[in-house]
């Protein structure tokens, strides 16, 4: 079947994609690709959430054509290599007298994505007039402008490049159903048949499950106090792994509190994955920790995950500023205690929930339980001489099981446990201080202004 757009410069073959595609059963790349961009064709809101995540406004009006098994006139289909260099798909986006195209490339269950093979589609999307590349894979990115891949930024001047995971498409179309987010009954079913195909194991689709191969073996150098190079493979690879991670813990948080929940970046970092990645290979090397700041919306705070190495030890809080308007250091403790549920509520001993709190200058933090502080609040106090009450609260739960910590798939078991955990328990529960309005405060005016407006009469 050959296929022409209007007003393009190109030509090319493929097949419509079908939301029941017409492959052997151990194809599953072109079964999951053409099901997918069926749906996004088909679902006008999942169209519409995708496309917005790669920057692009979809009206009510847009339609969205896609194509599987896409072939160029200038190529010869059958010949072995250009098979191998064939393009997953293709998708068209028609809003108005503007088109935007871009070229699909999708690899399931652990088949990576290739470097030259992106390359290839990029110059190649160029050479048609395509805007945009769209990998799809199980590798985890930030955000959909990061790229797993080292890609070359001058083949990304005319030609964007995008990434999504498997498991981010299908958290996006779980959302939109719980939210009861589209309006017709029919493509709110396709939506429910797809979701149900894509969380099935036969689909290809996995989450992130373990860390780098790597992993031990850095954990190892580190007890042992040995240089860590922010070059060397295990580093970078670690890094890596911790980056795909940190996108999957927000993904298993969407569903749980039914919002968009983000890793929270420096604006360096969002532009540049390669600095983010540069520069936390950087701080492995020279702290031995792995970091990560979580954007839960309107939480009292973002979550902070600290990963150190050395302690082999899982930390996750959050921290809040005291209230200013409260004086004394036992007040603004009971400001923060007031706001968990009472003991005899919560599900979680407030024997493993710490309160860390800070104070000006050089005087020294202190750390309690919130299980200590319910019984006696100024014990936050106990063995620092400053009469200066606390500035601010950091409330966290940790994890140092060192067997788990060591463990490729039980470090991010343990991970995924303890940060809805701490949510759950303490996170959801808190508020921020927030100072009250300024009052206008009226002028009384002195005796001799008193006098001189009596005689001005």
Request: with cysteine; aromatic share 6%.
């Amino acid at each position: 079947m050959t296929t022409n757009i209007e007003n393009t410069e190109y030509e090319f073959k493929g097949e419509r994609a079908r939301l029941i595609p017409s492959v052997a059963d151990t194809s599953l790349e072109k079964r999951g690709v053409s099901i997918l961009l069926a749906t996004l064709s088909a679902v006008h809101e999942y169209r519409r959430v995708m496309m917005g995540s790669l920057g692009i406004r979809v009206g009510t009006r847009a339609k969205l054509d896609a194509w599987t098994e896409v072939v160029f006139a200038d190529e010869k289909k059958g010949s072995h290599s250009q098979d191998d260099r064939r393009p997953d798909g293709a998708i068209v986006l028609h809003t108005g007298r503007k088109r935007w195209k871009a070229l699909v490339e999708a690899k399931v269950n652990n088949s990576p994505l290739k470097e030259d093979q992106v390359n290839e589609y990029l110059k190649r999307a160029r050479h048609h007039g395509f805007d945009a590349v769209l990998t799809i894979s199980n590798d985890f990115v930030a955000m959909p402008e990061h790229h797993p891949l080292p890609i070359s930024g001058q083949l990304t001047r005319s030609v964007a490049l995008f990434h999504w995971s498997w498991t981010y498409l299908l958290t996006q179309a779980e959302l939109l159903i719980e939210r009861d987010g589209i309006d017709d009954e029919d493509q709110r079913y396709i939506l429910q048949q797809v979701v149900s195909y894509f969380d099935h194991e036969k689909s290809g689709v996995k989450g992130f499950t373990q860390m780098n191969k790597e992993w031990k073996d850095l954990l190892q150098k580190s007890q042992a106090d040995i240089k860590l190079v922010k070059t060397a493979p295990e580093v970078v690879n670690t890094v890596s792994s911790w980056h795909q991670e940190q996108r999957e813990l927000c993904l298993k948080l969407w569903p749980l509190v039914r919002e968009r929940v983000e890793v929270k970046l420096p604006r360096s970092h969002k532009h540049d994955p390669k600095k983010r990645l540069a520069d936390d290979c950087a701080l492995l090397c020279k702290e031995r920790v792995l970091i990560s700041k979580i954007d839960i919306p309107n939480a009292a705070a973002t979550i902070d995950v600290l990963v150190s190495l050395n302690k082999r030890m899982i930390q996750c809080g959050m921290t809040l500023k005291a209230p200013e308007d409260i004086k004394s250091s036992k007040a603004r403790v009971n400001w923060l205690l007031r706001q968990l549920p009472k003991p005899e509520v919560s599900s979680h001993s407030y024997d493993t929930v710490f309160i860390r709190a800070t104070r000006p200058g050089r005087s020294s933090e202190t750390v309690k339980s919130v299980a200590e502080l319910q019984e006696d609040p100024t014990q936050i106090d106990d063995g620092i001489n400053s009469v200066s009450p606390p500035t601010s609260f950091e409330i966290w739960m940790a994890s140092d099981d060192g067997r788990k910590f060591l463990g490729n798939q039980t470090f991010i078991q343990e991970l995924e446990r303890l940060v809805p955990e701490f949510y759950e328990t303490v996170g959801q529960h808190l508020k921020a201080w927030i100072p009250k309005a300024p009052k206008i405060k009226k002028q009384i005016p002195n005796e001799e202004e008193s006098d001189d407006s009596e005689d001005n009469s």
